[in-house]
């Protein structure tokens, strides 16, 4: 009797998402939020079902909000999608805790080669790849272009970016009278600033000889930081109001004149077409450069395969349909980023001047894996260190000598807890 019921549940789990047909069902838990993008995941979701009448997919609908906390318990209760969208910042803790699959005998070879090496980076842990990284955004400037053309400053653009010291005067030059030159939305200060100090040599955390990460604010992670500081705090070219603000919440002050300029992910332009007043003109500038150019951090939304998925092989084959290049551009238009696949990048509608695609195109090999994509503990530190260090910071509350011992020296006690 004992043997019976066991071998029940053994089979019981190596059948999992088959039916009494043979069909398999994946669950695909689907990230997108934008009306485009979610109707562009569902749209290929049928298509695959429409044509692989053995292997079904279940579109289940997640949200970015609640992933993190959401994806744990349903991994500690074995109850995880097959296929996981998610982002290469939030896999670190997932991959070394086991819970996600190591791709690099399910991937094909098609799929390998067309994804540049940078962005394999970000979802690389240990010797395992554990994510697909498919969308990316950079950070830009979205700039009131006739404000900027009557003060007849210089135009930026990607042969031609603006050093942050320009940057900085432009903003001045654009202020005064209630309005300024740029504002600053950083309520979530800490992925803003470290992945746009990368242009300026900026890594933040070091990695020994031991694996052993330590956090390190040097002169290069020190420069796009005192630039806001001096903005808000010295220059009065950006409002100190914005520090705690969304960039969706800085929108109704750009389009009313009192911000020229906003720095925000290259998706928000989605967001500015669809609220932007009558001809309102807006254009999209590269971010401020520094002494690597125009690099900056990217943290890609990724796809990963449970580890306890019983249909690893059919779950990548999902997963490489749904990123053949005609697919990844749909799914890049419909969440207004970029794919990460260069055949996709190559793509006619990704280079027209309409709502600066070919600006955020332009930029596309210059993003590079964000500075904490693989360092363990990182959430804890981000939620506990930096991210009311750099908001003190950015609000005048303390200098940059105790923003850089909170940083380095609180920072490496939480990191040490998860190095031992």
Aim: glycine letters at 10%.
């Amino acid at each position: 009797m004992i043997l019976a019921v066991f071998g029940l549940l053994l089979t019981a789990c190596t059948d999992s998402g088959r039916d009494a047909h043979g069909v398999i069902t994946l669950r695909f838990q689907s990230l997108a939020w934008q009306q485009e993008s979610v109707a562009a995941n569902k749209d290929l979701v049928a298509e695959w079902n429409a044509t692989h009448p053995d292997v079904k997919v279940k579109y289940v609908q997640g949200s970015w909000d609640s992933v993190h906390d959401q994806l744990l318990t349903s991994f500690e209760g074995g109850e995880a999608p097959d296929v996981i969208h998610d982002a290469s910042d939030d896999l670190a803790d997932f991959a070394y805790g086991g819970y996600l699959a190591d791709l690099r005998g399910l991937l094909s070879d098609r799929l390998k080669s067309d994804i540049p090496q940078r962005s394999w980076r970000t979802a690389t842990f240990g010797d395992g790849i554990y994510g697909v990284p498919f969308l990316q955004e950079p950070r830009v400037l979205i700039a009131d272009a006739g404000r900027l053309r009557k003060s007849g400053v210089r135009i930026p653009t990607p042969e031609r970016p603006w050093s942050w010291a320009e940057f900085r005067q432009v903003t001045k030059k654009l202020s005064g009278d209630g309005r300024y030159g740029v504002a600053w939305p950083l309520k979530e200060p800490v992925s803003a600033t470290l992945n746009l100090s990368l242009s300026a040599g900026g890594q933040l955390f070091h990695r020994g000889a031991d694996g052993k990460v330590t956090v390190r604010f040097e002169a290069g992670d020190q420069l796009v930081p005192r630039t806001i500081h001096d903005q808000v705090g010295t220059d009065r070219s950006a409002p100190d109001s914005t520090l705690g603000s969304g960039g969706s919440d800085t929108l109704p002050g750009f389009f009313g004149g009192k911000y020229a300029m906003v720095p925000l992910g290259f998706s928000y332009r989605q967001q500015i077409v669809q609220q932007a007043p009558k001809g309102f003109d807006w254009q999209v500038l590269p971010a401020p450069a520094g002494a690597d150019g125009l690099t900056q951090g990217v943290s890609p939304q990724t796809l990963s395969i449970a580890e306890d998925s019983p249909h690893k092989k059919e779950a990548a084959e999902f997963v490489d349909f749904l990123l053949r290049p005609k697919n990844m551009v749909r799914l890049a238009l419909g969440d207004w980023m970029l794919p990460t696949g260069t055949e996709a990048l190559k793509d006619p509608a990704l280079h027209t001047d309409k709502y600066g695609w070919a600006t955020g195109t332009a930029l596309a090999d210059r993003l590079s894996p964000a500075p904490a994509q693989s360092v363990r503990g990182y959430p804890e530190w981000k939620d506990r260190v930096a991210t009311p260090a750099f908001q003190e910071y950015y609000s005048g509350a303390i200098g940059l000598g105790e923003l850089r011992r909170r940083l380095e020296k609180d920072g490496n006690l939480v990191l040490a807890r998860y190095q031992r």
